[in-house]
């Protein structure tokens, strides 16, 4: 069934869309991550304009990691503290990474800055990730007991003043590391145009030792109000959010966020950060690849205005 | 370029002559069959037709029987910008480009016989026959001008809008029903820009241009699509906030939905 987008301006499959969407949304729902870095490149290749496909996106986002928030929210997967915190960071380093993204647009090559933070992001957490999970399960396939690093025997995060009791998240931590990691990810989300959730998952495992259990519904909490803030930053300043275009997204994505989260509840938290860790390698890889093999095509157009 | 200096001279002296006359021997008829099509929610592209009659009058030359058409269909003009990658430090990165300055999003050639049977080389450079001959005006440095067809980044560009089906030519597409009837059509594939399109039906006698005309038609959104588009321009904040609203409530409807426990 093809349908006209009014923003978009191209006639598009309703049901490879939705499809796209719900698949999407699946692994958002699983993983607790936006899946922005999977759906903005699907939508590209279906043939719509980048600039609409990532403010589009925005709002799909945020209609499938809030559906995932409130089912995360009933069986208490969240920290509302916790999330509050890493917003405080979040708002600021969105602001930062704006100015950075302005200033590096005027000294150009804007583009191999973003494939390359985007190549180097990727690898380097989708590989930790796969190899923690990877040794983790080898330890649990051995018999051994599951050495979880002993609590306290991590130095200096701990030694950090302003400690704040997580309940939910049963964590004694101080707000440093947590707004700083909240910063790293806004800074990250405004200047290559993601969530970052997938970014934010590993660090709240790795650096803050927030329990699994939490992790995932606090990080889509973060990422339902960084899309929401996004979508209406897009609306208001390019107008390219595509409202059909994104209400199609949605509908898939949050059928598929649903069952996402299910499936995520049911895995192991070694294995579903193993297959997080190879899903980020794969993408990270993929954009490598197009960075060092010979493009099919030596050359872009793209339209800079005028009279359209 | 010295055989051709004759000819060049005999065309300048023919275009001399019909500017002169002030009554042309020929006249130009023409129609599109939809000079407004409306983008619905179920439009998906659309193929226009366009009719035209050859009109002679006593002036014409009796021995003339034999006419040529081109027809140039061009979409709204925009400024585009075409990036070529080489490898530098093992990848590969955008390295030089051009700014090809309002250009048409949309552009479409048909003829009814291969330019070379129309006219001479000289005379399909002047009339602009065919999208080697096109004017695509780029800014190289400080300068405004077009280039030699063989050009990496015209030929790159015009090969790049082609595999869209935004840039055609067609030299077999204007069919003559009659001597002086003609027909062609005008596919415009679902991705065409909206907006206004310009159609210039040029005229050709042995091998000089008798003639020319032009019409357009427009593509506009009508309805649901233009009420989306307006609201998303005029009145972005209220536009967000009812997409934002609208992502709230399907995620929500969605938990209840799906809600077993």
Same mark, same amino acid.
Do not use: C
């Given at each position: 069934?093809? =349908? ?12 490879? /869309? ?10 958002? &729902? ?43 929210? *009933? ?14 960071? %979040? ?42 999970? =990877? ?21 200096? /995060? ?6 704040? *009791? ?9 707000? /440093? ?25 590993? =660090? ?47 509908? %898939? ?15 192991? &938290? ?13 993408? &990270? ?16 157009? *793209?339209?800079?205005?005028?009279? %359209? | ?20 006359? #002030? @009554? ?16 619905? #929610? ?43 990658? $080489? ?81 055609? $030519?067609?030299?077999? @597409? ?39 005309? $032009? ?22 904040? @209220? ?23």
């Amino acid at each position: 069934m093809q =349908l006209y987008l009014p923003i978009a301006d191209i006639p598009v499959n309703v049901f490879l /869309i939705l499809a796209m969407g719900a698949a999407v949304g699946f692994v958002s &729902g699983m993983f607790g991550i936006g899946g922005g870095f999977l759906m903005t490149p699907l939508l590209i290749f279906v043939g719509i304009a980048p600039a609409v496909a990532v403010a589009s996106v925005a709002s799909h986002i945020a209609a499938s990691s809030f559906s995932g928030a409130i089912s995360y929210w *009933r069986r208490r997967a969240i920290d509302p503290l916790l999330a509050a915190v890493l917003l405080i960071g %979040g708002t600021i380093g969105t602001a930062l990474g704006v100015w950075t993204f302005t200033l590096l647009r005027s000294l150009g090559q804007l583009d191999l800055m973003i494939a390359l933070s985007y190549v180097i992001l990727l690898t380097t957490v989708g590989g930790l990730m796969f190899w923690e999970g =990877l040794r983790a399960m080898l330890r649990a396939r051995r018999g051994g007991p599951v050495a979880r690093r002993k609590p306290g025997s991590h130095g200096w /995060i701990h030694g950090l003043p302003l400690k704040l *009791r997580f309940k939910r998240s049963k964590i004694y931590l101080s707000v /440093i590391p947590v707004i700083a990691v909240g910063l790293v990810i806004g800074f990250i989300g405004a200047v290559m145009g993601i969530g970052g959730g997938f970014i934010l998952v590993p =660090l709240m495992i790795y650096v803050l030792r927030v329990p699994t259990s939490t992790v995932i519904g606090t990080s889509m909490v973060l990422t339902l109000v960084t899309m929401v803030f996004a979508t209406l930053l897009h609306a208001v300043t390019n107008h390219l959010v595509d409202a059909v275009l994104a209400l199609i997204l949605m509908i %898939g994505g949050v059928t598929g966020a649903q069952f996402g989260a299910r499936a995520g509840q049911k895995i192991r &938290g070694e294995h579903l950060r193993l297959l997080l860790g190879l899903l980020v390698l794969a993408v &990270g890889v993929r954009f490598a690849i197009e960075l060092v093999i010979r493009p099919e095509d030596l050359f872009t157009i *793209r339209e800079t205005g005028g009279a %359209g | 370029m010295i055989a051709r200096a004759p000819l060049t001279l005999a065309g300048l002296a023919l275009g001399a002559a019909l500017a002169a006359s #002030p @009554a042309q021997a020929e006249r130009l008829i023409v129609s599109v069959s939809n000079h407004r099509v409306t983008v619905t #929610p179920n439009y998906s592209g659309e193929e226009l037709v366009l009719f035209g009659s050859v009109e002679k009058d006593a002036q014409t030359p009796a021995s003339r029987t034999n006419y040529d058409l081109v027809v140039t269909v061009s979409g709204p003009r925009a400024d585009m910008v075409t990036r070529r990658k $080489e490898r530098r430090f093992g990848i590969w990165i955008n390295t030089d480009s051009r700014q090809f300055l309002k250009v048409p999003s949309y552009l479409a050639l048909f003829s009814n016989r291969p330019y070379d049977a129309i006219a001479s080389p000289e005379v399909q450079r002047r009339q602009q026959l065919g999208l080697n001959n096109v004017l695509l005006t780029q800014r190289v440095g400080p300068d405004y001008a077009d280039v030699v067809p063989e050009d990496a980044f015209r030929s790159a560009f015009i090969r790049l809008r082609s595999e869209h089906r935004l840039y055609r $030519e067609n030299t077999s @597409a204007v069919t003559f029903l009659t001597p002086t009837l003609f027909r062609t059509g005008i596919p415009l594939p679902g991705e065409v820009p909206i907006g206004t399109y310009d159609v210039e039906i040029k005229l050709f006698a042995d091998g000089a241009l008798v003639t020319r005309t $032009e019409t357009a038609f427009e593509i506009v959104k009508v309805g649901f699509e233009q009420f989306i588009a307006t609201t998303a321009r005029q009145n972005g904040l @209220a536009y967000g906030l009812v997409t934002a609203f609208m992502a709230l409530m399907t995620g929500w409807m969605a938990s209840i939905v799906f809600r077993k426990d």
